[in-house]
């Protein structure tokens, strides 16, 4: 039976981009698409989907502000995949009450898994605005809020290169990227490895005003780019400033946030 879905997310290119991976992987009606959490409630009230995506930040109604109103409304709530920048860390509180999370930009793969795992929990029954419900969800908040507050940058990044372990200056890191599991981290003078498991673990310790994950295997920072260069089909890469002149694709949903960057 194939599962009927909504999803819901602000920006275009990621919408865009969820909607294309989930009708790849078939085996699905997408029965609504919305761009505000006010649309989500529409969609979800008016097509009892059986799964929904879910952006976690949009302006006015967020994501947590939906399942909020879903409640009050006492409508069923469907499985819910949160879509958020977090990491798996700080989303490790969405789980509580979500089938799923995805870390944006999006893996294909990773969407795949998502939907195995919201099958194997049809046939679902939604809970409804209870008491129990809601005081559930306004716990979920208050973890995410502290898991999301803003955590001091010690301007250090530790660096294994040479057998050695360095204490670079993380505005000396040209980018970061992950391979094979490996997370590498490059300079204008050393190249080498992480101690983090995840970029999303790597950019906790980052300024986030410098560094910006162009592409779900690179985080970049803004500062090291030497040059954008047009790619194919409206599509980008970055050259860095670093010895290589490395080359690093920026992700379809990440290209508004390159135009918003440098004004392209």
Same mark, same amino acid.
């Given at each position: 039976?194939?599962? =009927?879905?909504?999803?819901? #997310?602000?920006?275009?290119?990621?919408?865009? !981009?969820?909607?294309?991976?989930? !009708?790849?992987?078939?085996? +699905?009606? &997408?029965?609504?698409?919305?761009?505000?959490?006010?649309?989500?409630?529409? $969609?979800?009230?008016?097509?009892?989907?059986?799964?929904?995506?879910?952006?976690?930040?949009?302006?006015?109604?967020?994501?947590?502000?939906?399942?909020?109103? /879903?409640? !009050?409304?006492? /409508?069923? +709530?469907?499985?819910?995949?949160?879509?958020?920048?977090?990491?798996?860390?700080?989303? *490790?509180?969405?789980?509580?009450n979500a089938v799923d999370y995805l870390l944006k930009p999006f893996d294909g793969s990773r969407v795949q898994q998502t939907l195995e795992k919201a099958r194997a929990r049809m046939p679902f029954t939604g809970a409804t605005g209870d008491?129990? @419900?809601?005081?559930?969800?306004?716990? /979920?908040? *208050?973890?995410?809020?502290?898991?999301?507050?803003?955590?001091?940058? @010690?301007?250090?990044?530790?660096?294994?290169?040479?057998?050695? +372990?360095?204490?670079?200056?993380?505005?000396?890191? %040209?980018?970061?990227?992950? !391979?094979?599991?490996? &997370?590498?981290?490059?300079?204008?003078?050393?190249?080498?490895?992480?101690? %983090?498991? @995840? $970029?999303?673990?790597?950019?906790?310790?980052? #300024?986030?005003?410098?560094?910006?994950?162009?592409?779900?295997?690179?985080?970049?920072?803004?500062?090291?780019? *030497?040059?954008?260069?047009?790619?194919? =089909?409206?599509?980008?890469?970055?050259?860095? #400033?670093?010895? =290589?002149? @490395?080359? &690093?694709?920026?992700? *379809?949903?990440?290209?508004?946030?390159?135009?918003? $960057?440098?004004n392209l």
């Amino acid at each position: 039976m194939a599962l =009927k879905v909504v999803v819901v #997310d602000d920006e275009p290119l990621a919408r865009q !981009e969820l909607v294309y991976l989930l !009708e790849s992987a078939g085996n +699905l009606e &997408i029965v609504g698409v919305g761009s505000n959490g006010i649309e989500a409630v529409e $969609l979800i009230g008016s097509k009892s989907p059986d799964l929904v995506f879910l952006d976690v930040q949009m302006p006015g109604l967020d994501g947590f502000g939906v399942l909020k109103r /879903l409640i !009050e409304l006492k /409508l069923p +709530l469907p499985q819910v995949v949160f879509a958020t920048a977090y990491d798996r860390y700080a989303v *490790r509180a969405f789980e509580f009450n979500a089938v799923d999370y995805l870390l944006k930009p999006f893996d294909g793969s990773r969407v795949q898994q998502t939907l195995e795992k919201a099958r194997a929990r049809m046939p679902f029954t939604g809970a409804t605005g209870d008491a129990g @419900t809601a005081a559930k969800l306004d716990a /979920l908040l *208050r973890l995410v809020g502290e898991a999301a507050a803003p955590k001091p940058h @010690t301007g250090k990044v530790v660096v294994r290169a040479q057998n050695r +372990l360095l204490l670079v200056d993380q505005k000396e890191i %040209c980018y970061a990227s992950i !391979e094979g599991g490996a &997370i590498s981290v490059a300079t204008s003078t050393v190249e080498g490895q992480s101690n %983090c498991r @995840t $970029l999303e673990e790597l950019l906790e310790q980052l #300024d986030p005003e410098a560094f910006w994950r162009a592409h779900r295997s690179f985080v970049v920072n803004i500062q090291h780019i *030497r040059e954008v260069v047009p790619w194919f =089909k409206s599509s980008y890469q970055l050259r860095m #400033d670093d010895p =290589k002149k @490395t080359e &690093i694709p920026v992700s *379809r949903n990440q290209t508004k946030r390159l135009r918003e $960057l440098f004004n392209l």
